[in-house]
């Protein structure tokens, strides 16, 4: 935050010198008038008592100011062939529910959020259902409809300001802090938070970012219908992002200790790559490194690989971690 010098400009420090002479005079007139008399003149070069401060109005670098929608860029086609290049929405597939707020252990952050902006006059995202039969996307569909009949679970239920929609995503490009790796999105009320998050990570010189993966609206986990998944996930609203997936795995059956090296070798690598922070520490998420101190503290969302229960999901940062 910016630190301002004093509000009240020289006038007003004026006025309050005339005021308090105003008083004088009131408290003793005819020191006063005698004075003048004797001086032959009155005071010269000092302005009319003033009889209140002037109002301080800010200056436009004061007004925070919202962030720009950006405009949508069409659905997200064509699907990875190999593990260490699987979409998000597969890892999805895997996370389990989330855990109740009360949970031991789970302490909610309430980070600072853009005030408001102008609601979209459309919404319309490109949809599809995971195939836990396939093990792969089906039923893919564009929705468009007007924004005002927005509702349901089209809105993230764990924040309504950010929803399924492509005009409530804003496209952060790594490139503007030094990282090469492709443009994503995320939901507005947090684009600004990600992106000084990211930027911050990668002025640390510590961790290389090779990947991320932010906005992808799925069906991807919860209950299954016929055969296909019917619950979206963090992703589908812009609240979430994978970092470096083929480095930093999503296991499944694990303990619920398992956040170390040692442990996690009992548990299953779902989706990603193998977490190995020793042999990899400048691409691998760890507990305590750059990447989870500052997404945790400075962008308030929790971490995948510190969830409760059996799945741990390294790459993956939102909301609720799953």
Known sequence: MERFGNPLGRRDVVGYHHGAMQRFRLRQPSVW??????????????ATPATAPEPVTPSADQVNLT??????????????TTPSTAPASEAEADRREPAPASAAGQVPQEPELPASRASPSTCSYAMYNWSVTKKRAVNRRTEEHDYATVAGDERDPNDDACSLC??????????EFGVAVKPFKVCWAYADKVREALAKIADSGEFDIVSITGYRPGRTRGRVEQGLR????????????????????LYRRCSVAATDESSIQ???????????????PRVTVTPGGVVVTTFTEDVGWKWGGAIEGRTKDFMHFSLTGY
């Open 266 to 280: 009992n548990c299953t690598l779902g989706v990603g790559g193998a977490w190995r922070p020793r042999s990899r």
């Open 230 to 249: 019917m619950e979206l996930s963090n992703h589908s609203y812009g609240t979430a992002i994978d970092i470096n997936a083929r480095y930093n795995g």
């Open 166 to 175: 492509e005009q409530d995503q804003v496209e952060i490009d790594p490139a």
């Open 33 to 46: 008038v005698l004075g003048i008399v004797m001086m032959g003149c009155a005071p010269t070069g000092q």
């Open 67 to 80: 962030p720009e929608t950006a405009l949508p860029d069409g659905p997200e086609t064509g699907q990875p």
